[in-house]
């Protein structure tokens, strides 16, 4: 097979090809990640058993967000289709550990790929109780849902956590799910660094 001498090699397509694919990647990486390290930080879902009834477990998530520790709740932590689901906060300061006691806002939704976040669940305001905001729910569709949590960490800017809560059998998992977006944030983060610091000349060295 003849070879043109003295051509100037073409560059290969492989990376054009795989740069708009490692883009939209990146690009959906920062966006989860944003999710999770923008204002807040979502835990790993764990579950406790109450003595009485040790058989219903509540799912517990923490959260930090702007110097608060948020502890969200969701009794039965395995609900099912037409179950009420009650589900409960409690906000304290990490620092000086006061109660966070301000009315909260509440919405449930859904988020479909491609078709972005709708609210199942209107937002609407509910008063500390106790220490805790609770309020009930009942889902008639197994499906993977968002409780979202607003409040008010500095005068004049608020601050939504999402929850996850799945109803059901689904293809969702929370604890992948969550795990999942703290990883590929992680990875991104080291990644980009990775890319800066080779293209910093050291100092000293020959041009």
Known sequence: MMQRPHTRPKPSRGPQHSAPRVLLLSALALSLASTAYAHHQLGL???LYNEEYPQIPTMVIDAEAEGYDVTFS?????PQPGDIVRVSAYIKHAMTGAVYQKPVEMSVSTVKFLRGESFVDQPKAVASEYN????SYRFDTAEKYL??????PRPGFFETIPFPVVIGKTK??????VAGVIFVG???AV??????GRGRRPQGAAA
């Open 172 to 177: 969702f998992s929370v604890v992948p799910i």
């Open 132 to 135: 805790e905001y609770k309020v």
């Open 45 to 47: 879902p764990h579950y």
């Open 147 to 152: 409780v979202n949590l607003k409040f008010e």
């Open 186 to 188: 992680t990875f991104v």
């Open 191 to 196: 990644g980009v660094t990775k890319k800066r």
């Open 74 to 78: 969701i009794y039965p932590g395995n």
